[in-house]
């Protein structure tokens, strides 16, 4: 059974950046898609960025394209979220999530998930 810890968090400027990281345990890593959602106080839990087993396919929710970037290390595996320019409606916490395939990850399916990093951008 996976196991996914978040690292990265914390209060940054809008306008900053930050790296989120996730740090994966179990067998199968290099072989499953990897994802981050976040979920804002109040709202739902809405997916951010996802990518494939091999890193050859990344996906990107609409209001973080050209702003994130998703990507893994395999061989310490660790999945990334770089995040540039931030905005005060990135605030949320951060979760990482794991799955056989990139389309579960997407849907909000995964069977593996962290258990959060919070992230605050102020005005």
């Known amino acids: 059974q996976a196991q996914l810890v978040e690292s990265g968090g914390g209060l940054v400027q809008a306008g900053d950046s930050l790296r989120l990281s996730c740090a994966a345990s179990?067998?199968?890593?290099?072989?499953?898609?990897l994802g981050w959602f976040r979920q804002a106080p109040g709202k739902d839990r809405e997916f951010v960025a996802g990518?494939?087993?091999?890193?050859?396919?990344?996906r990107y929710a609409d209001d973080v394209k050209g702003r994130f970037t998703i990507s893994r290390d395999n061989a310490k595996r660790t999945v990334y979220l770089q995040m540039n320019s931030l905005k005060p409606e990135d605030t949320a916490v951060y979760y990482c999530?794991?799955?056989?395939?990139?389309?579960?990850?997407?849907?909000?399916?995964?069977?593996?998930w962290g258990q959060g990093t919070r992230v605050t951008v102020s005005s």
């Open positions: 999530a794991e799955d056989e395939t990139l389309w579960a990850v997407v849907a909000g399916a995964s069977k593996y």
């Open positions: 179990g067998p199968t890593f290099s072989s499953y898609a």
């Open positions: 990518i494939s087993g091999s890193g050859g396919v990344t």
